[in-house]
Antibody, heavy 126, light 107 residues
Framework: EVQLVQSGAEVKKPGESLKVSCKGSGFSFNSFTSSWIGWVRQMPGKGLEWVGI????????RYNPSFQGQVTISADKSITTAYLQWGSLKASDTAMYYC????????????????WGQGTTVTVSS | DIQMTQSPSSVSASVGDRVTITCRAS??????LVWYQQKPGKAPKRLIY???SLQSGVPSRFSGSGSGTDFTLTISSLQPEDFATYYC?????????FGQGTKLEIK
């Protein structure tokens, strides 16, 4: 069964750094590296926000301008894992973060996010 | 960025009812529209992609239609497990943007 398994909940202080992971299992190496992996933020009680997306095969990455410079998306295809990281957390980063596979049809057009991770809760509080 | 506007923001309905949720894009997105269902404490689940293609395993009471800027998600006969929040997402161009969500509640 193809699935994405995310790292566990994090509690951090403002200004600290953090890297959360999203590991593909049940994927062949080729299928992971040829799938885009996207990240979505959901703040408490709020809707879904698309953060960005990475293609593990060549690390091509696209960001939502609202998140550009605030987070870094990366991937290590050798261990079928994608990452979302912060250099200096703020209280406003408190949210649930999901990763999900995204299959692109052509150019930037896609069929949406199909296989989802279970989510990682990030809490930033002094 | 393309803005996605869903309506209504919330709707109350009964088991067996037919419900329609609409989603409007600020610019034309052809058929690159996706619908998701999210239940409390769970990850979203893709229901419909490419505006009208049903995700494998999703009941046929769910259907999607539309192209360009106006789209609809229809649930033909509500079941108890359908009470959830529904989101549309445009997947035509980066950044992919979501609608604000429609909460479907039991009447």
């Amino acid at each position: 069964e193809v699935q994405l398994v995310q790292s566990g909940a994090e509690v951090k202080k403002p200004g600290e750094s953090l890297k959360v992971s999203c590991k593909g299992s049940g994927f062949s190496f080729n299928s992971f590296t040829s799938s885009w992996i996207g990240w979505v933020r959901q703040m408490p009680g709020k809707g879904l926000e698309w953060v960005g997306i990475i293609y593990p095969g060549d690390s091509d990455t696209r960001y939502n301008p609202s998140f550009q410079g605030q987070v870094t998306i990366s991937a290590d295809k050798s261990i079928t894992t994608a990452y979302l990281q912060w250099g200096s957390l703020k209280a406003s980063d408190t949210a649930m973060y999901y990763c999900a596979t995204t299959r692109l049809a052509a150019a930037s057009r896609a069929y949406g996010m199909d296989v989802w991770g279970q989510g990682t809760t990030v809490t930033v509080s002094s | 960025d393309i803005q996605m506007t869903q309506s209504p923001s919330s709707v109350s309905a009964s088991v067996g009812d037919r419900v329609t949720i609409t989603c409007r894009a600020s610019h034309g997105i052809s058929s690159w529209l996706v619908w998701y269902q999210q239940k409390p404490g769970k990850a979203p689940k893709r229901l419909i992609y490419a505006a009208s293609s049903l995700q494998s395993g999703v009941p046929s009471r769910f259907s999607g239609s539309g192209s360009g800027t106006d789209f609809t998600l229809t649930i033909s006969s509500l079941q108890p497990e359908d009470f959830a929040t529904y989101y549309c997402q445009q997947a035509n161009s980066f950044p992919y943007t979501f609608g604000q969500g429609t909460k479907l509640e039991i009447k």
